[in-house]
């Protein structure tokens, strides 16, 4: 049975069961996170914008999918890796998405990886802020699921530059949004994009790990 579109139509125990027969056969962790329960979440997405499946279907297949990370987290708990530099991120949907899915998934990547990382589900714009004044993180990652103005993005972009306690924090975007109209990096003043959690954490340890590197050595 083709895993992508179960969430539509069974539970999360029906799921583990799927998922636990690719966890005994070896796969690990971070592929099913990335291959399952990521490429799930973009079959549901794209369902929807083809009018195949409506907004409340949508959000129980993704609250399917997020309980199936909990309890596959659960299981296997991060291990944190000693590295030499532990960076921070910080991971939430844009305020006003009401899907953070994207945005627990490429956290649950980031902290396996050794990152000092969280996200925020379903946050206030006062509130992410308000957060990033308080606490220095090196990388904020941001999900657009809908379709958001590039103007209204752009400000939030440049607030969290404004704001945040760490001078040279990157900020990279990502998501179906951003997926679809990959221009929007530019033109909202993010630092990057990434099709997927993986490919976001490559692009994290380049442009916040590397470059930290170097200015270490150049110091």
């Not at 895993?3 to 999360?12: I, Q, R, T």
């Not at 005994?24 to 997405?45: C, H, W």
Request: net charge negative; aromatic share 6%; glycine share 6%.
């Amino acid at each position: 049975m083709q895993f992508a579109p179960m969430p539509l139509a069974h539970d999360v125990d029906d799921l583990m069961v799927e998922i636990d027969a690719f966890l005994k056969r070896g796969v690990p962790v971070e592929s099913v996170y990335i291959d399952l329960l990521g490429e799930s979440a973009r079959t549901l997405g794209e369902y929807w914008s083809a009018d195949e499946c409506d907004f409340v279907d949508v959000t129980m297949g993704l609250w399917r999918l997020q309980e199936v990370m909990r309890e596959v987290s659960s299981r296997f708990p991060v291990e944190h890796r000693e590295r030499p530099y532990r960076p921070s991120a910080l991971f939430s949907s844009v305020p006003g998405d009401q899907h953070s899915f994207g945005a627990l998934m490429v956290e649950e990547i980031f902290a396996r990886a050794g990152w000092d990382s969280e996200a925020l589900i379903e946050p206030q714009r006062g509130e992410m802020l308000q957060l990033l004044a308080e606490r220095s993180f090196d990388l904020v990652g941001l999900t657009v699921s809908n379709d958001c103005p590039s103007g209204q993005l752009a400000n939030l972009v440049s607030a969290i530059r404004s704001v945040s306690r760490c001078g040279t924090v990157k900020i990279i975007v990502g998501g179906r949004a951003i997926n679809t109209n990959p221009d929007l990096v530019d033109l909202v003043g993010a630092d990057g994009t990434a099709a997927d959690a993986c490919s976001a954490l490559v692009l994290a340890e380049r442009i916040v790990v590397e470059s930290n590197r170097v200015d270490l050595s150049q110091s």
